[in-house]
């Protein structure tokens, strides 16, 4: 007797090479479930200019990713989604739609084939202040045979639709995060570091903001941010009429070896995540669980996708993202401890390894 293999469907707005959080979900979770034995295949945008990035990166995985060429005038993009959509999807058991404009795509494709669909909601795509882009995303989101949220944060987003959510947290690949062979000092003690994109989201500025206070009781305490610089200019004036320049570092991007090596120098990871004036929020904060698995405790935010990425006074410690008591009192209680939370945060991160939680996509599928 012969048994059909799973023939899965990927329609994501994000995926590697290109940054992006919600494209590196999609990415493992396309692997790991073609590692378990099921078909793959991912519709994705090329985003680079030439796609030749996208080509390279794409010839080397074991399984089949359908680029949306890159047009200047984006209504041909849009169409050509639907279209891959509706070819691949036919012959798929199951089609997954993680990004907003995915849902939109999948939930319209829905009315037309029977493959069963499962949603991926991560956090901004259902906050949008706009009333008509939050309703359509409703109405999209109900067309879903399955909805996943990546955190309780997350799914209380959408509990107002009556409907059943799975909560399955974001993964991480515990064997890419071993210790460097060589290592690096960063300036300042404590080390504080925050990694992400350089933005009003991932709270940098409130980490800023709170340094006057936490240099009267750490006065050679350092901050380090990590990740695209998009508003570190402005950040960096907000420091500098604060006094407090001297005492942050804005490094860029880096690449994998000095993140290890800047996270294995680093006392504490530091997240006060914030949501910004457009509804964009933190669903989750993998960075987070990255930082655990080299041993560092973190700090972060709660009332947002946080509160699920940290095990609170074990693998980390959650604060109010403007009480800076509860900061300075969180960075000295971690020093104190450092070896227990070190423990704790190696054991948390080993929790959501991708060979645990691919386990939970196979049950719901």
């Not at 899965?8 to 479930?33: C, D, K, M, R």
């Not at 519709?43 to 890159?70: H, W, Y």
Request: charged content about 20%; some cysteine.
């Amino acid at each position: 007797m012969n048994i059909l293999k799973p023939n899965i469907l990927i329609v994501t707005s994000e995926f590697p090479p290109q940054p992006g959080g919600i494209g590196n979900h999609a990415y493992h979770l396309a692997v790991h479930l073609s590692n378990q034995g099921h078909n793959v295949r991912v519709i994705a945008d090329q985003r680079s200019k030439t796609g030749g990035e996208e080509s390279v990166f794409d010839a080397a995985l074991p399984f089949s990713v359908q680029r949306i060429k890159l047009y200047n005038f984006r209504f041909i993009m849009y169409l050509k989604r639907i279209i891959y959509t509706f070819k691949y999807a036919k012959n798929a058991t199951h089609c997954l739609a993680t990004g907003k404009f995915s849902l939109w795509n999948v939930a319209f494709c829905s009315f037309f084939f029977k493959t069963k669909t499962i949603a991926v909601v991560h956090g901004t795509e259902v906050n949008f202040k706009s009333t008509l882009i939050r309703k359509s995303i409703d109405f999209s989101l109900k067309r879903f045979n399955a909805i996943v949220a990546v955190s309780n944060y997350t799914k209380s987003l959408i509990i107002h639709l009556n409907r059943t959510v799975v909560v399955i947290p974001n993964g991480i690949t515990i064997s890419k995060w071993q210790h460097p062979k060589e290592k690096i000092k960063l300036k300042g003690y404590p080390v504080l570091t925050t990694v992400g994109r350089v933005s009003a989201r991932k709270g940098q500025l409130n980490v800023i903001k709170q340094l006057p206070e936490l240099i009267n009781r750490f006065p050679e305490l350092h901050y380090h941010c990590i990740g695209i610089t998009t508003e570190a200019n402005a950040f960096t004036k907000v420091a500098a009429s604060l006094k407090v320049a001297a005492h942050v570092t804005f490094h860029g991007s880096v690449d994998d070896i000095k993140l290890k090596q800047s996270l294995e120098a680093t006392d504490v990871f530091v997240m006060l995540s914030t949501e910004s004036v457009t509804g964009d929020v933190e669903g989750f904060g993998i960075a987070i669980l990255e930082a655990n698995a080299m041993g560092v405790a973190a700090i972060g935010a709660t009332g947002c996708g946080i509160e699920d990425a940290i095990n609170d006074g074990k693998s980390g410690i959650l604060i109010d993202a403007n009480n800076t008591k509860e900061f300075s009192d969180g960075v000295t209680e971690i020093l104190k401890n450092a070896s227990k939370f070190k423990t704790e945060a190696k054991t948390w991160a080993n929790t959501h390894d991708w060979s645990h939680v691919i386990k939970r996509y196979q049950e719901l599928l």
